[in-house]
């Protein structure tokens, strides 16, 4: 039985993660401020927000998944100096904490890791997404970093998704026409399901990917690579 950490787990993508391990009989803690719906007896939750609380003591960890993230779209004009600092802290500094806190009994895990969340945004320009990207490229940043640091023990990864059907998105898909308008432009035509960017994770932390670490891995329907 390996054990999971998951900061964010209650839903989005978190969330899926949680369950395809609690269905393969892993342990999971889940830190959030909200409770999932998943009842396991595998699954222990922990109430915390990451920017403002203590966190728990969990001495038995074989992977870190950080999730907490923002989607704050503004012309630059109208973005005050607190969303950037407000991203930041969120995508960052969270993660940040999370790995200060738990890194030396992660370390004594099975094939430990470490996963983040980027989004498309960095890697290709999109308008309004300033702070957000300014805050993921950190998270890229932090990434290679900490692979760098903390080899051969942990590894470290990172998914870049582009725009994926959970609650975060939710404003932007809000109805079929823009969601299809978004689909469109992506070279396979289609956004992002919570599974999608799942199934990846859930190999990332696995012995599978054993050989992998320092990457930012594009889930992303073609959309950071390909012009067609
Ligand atoms: N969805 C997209 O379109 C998309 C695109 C690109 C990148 N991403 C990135 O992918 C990651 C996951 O996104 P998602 O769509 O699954 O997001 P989501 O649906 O909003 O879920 C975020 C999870 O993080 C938890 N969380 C948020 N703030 C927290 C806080 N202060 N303290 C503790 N837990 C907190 C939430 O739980 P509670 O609310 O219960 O605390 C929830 O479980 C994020 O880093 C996001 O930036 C998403």
């Known amino acids: 039985m390996r054990n999971i950490l998951i900061i964010g787990g209650s839903r989005g993508i978190g969330?899926?993660?949680?369950?395809y391990q609690l269905e393969?009989?892993?342990?999971?803690?889940?830190?959030?401020?909200t409770e999932c719906q998943v009842k396991d007896s595998n699954l222990i939750h922990y109430n915390v927000d990451i920017t403002k609380n203590e966190l728990p003591s969990i001495d038995t960890i074989d992977s870190v998944i950080y999730c907490p993230g923002s989607i704050v779209l503004k012309p630059i004009l109208q973005l005050r100096e607190e969303d950037?600092?407000?991203?930041?802290?969120?995508?960052?500094?969270?993660a940040v904490k999370t790995v200060k806190h738990y890194l030396n009994n992660l370390k004594k895990g099975d094939n430990p890791s470490i996963l983040f969340f980027s989004t498309v945004a960095v890697t290709q320009g999109m308008p309004f997404h300033?702070?957000?990207?300014?805050?993921?490229a950190g998270v890229e940043g932090l990434?290679?970093?900490?692979?760098?640091?903390l080899a051969p023990n942990v590894r470290v990864n990172c998914i870049a998704p582009t725009i994926t059907r959970t609650d975060m998105a939710q404003k932007i898909l809000r109805n079929e026409r823009i969601e299809e308008n978004i689909a469109s432009k992506h070279p396979l035509k289609q956004i992002c399901e919570a599974e999608d960017i799942s199934n990846m994770a859930n190999f990332l932390i696995?012995?599978?990917?054993?050989?992998?670490?320092?990457?930012?891995i594009h889930v992303d329907s073609g959309m950071s690579t390909l012009k067609i």
């Open 24 to 33: 393969q009989g892993n342990k999971c803690h889940n830190l959030s401020r």
């Open 84 to 94: 950037f600092i407000s991203d930041f802290n969120i995508n960052v500094l969270g």
């Open 130 to 136: 300033a702070s957000v990207s300014v805050a993921k």
């Open 143 to 149: 990434t290679k970093s900490l692979a760098a640091e």
């Open 206 to 216: 696995s012995t599978k990917s054993n050989k992998i670490t320092g990457q930012i």
């Open 15 to 19: 969330n899926e993660i949680l369950k």
